[in-house]
């Protein structure tokens, strides 16, 4: 059983920033992979980034690709989304998820493919 809190999310101005991150508790954290979420009102979940267990690799959805930065550290057990640029439309709840990795270098975008999640932080765009 793994445990995820998210926090860091909040307020902010038109292309400003955030860093929202996700205490794990319960495993061995470098077993996991990571990844972020969000869902905004009226509109189904979307993937935003995410990482292996060993962080070698990553992956972005489209919509943040180059402005958002995904990373771990597993001596903490906390995952990181640095939020830069920040738009309007990111306004959302975000959600970090986590699942046993088969592969520590594998990556998933799919949120089905996660077995433990968040219960989500705001992070509105004003």
């Known amino acids: 059983q793994v445990q995820l809190e998210e926090s860091g999310g909040g307020l902010v101005q038109a292309g400003g920033s955030l860093r929202l991150s996700c205490a794990a508790s319960g495993s061995t954290f470098s077993n996991y992979a990571m990844g972020w979420f969000r869902q905004a009102p009226g509109k189904g979940r979307e993937f935003v980034a995410a990482?292996?267990?060993?962080?070698?690799?990553?992956a972005y959805g489209d919509d943040v690709r180059g402005r958002f930065t995904i990373s771990r550290d597993n001596v903490k057990n906390l995952a990181y989304l640095q939020m830069n640029g920040l738009k309007p439309e990111d306004t959302a709840v975000y959600y970090c998820?986590?699942?046993?990795?088969?592969?520590?270098?594998?990556?998933?975008?799919?949120?089905?493919?996660?077995?433990?999640w968040g219960q989500g932080t705001q992070v509105t765009d004003t």
């Open positions: 998820a986590t699942k046993p990795a088969l592969i520590n270098t594998y990556v998933y975008n799919d949120g089905s493919q996660y077995t433990y």
């Open positions: 990482i292996s267990g060993t962080s070698i690799s990553t």
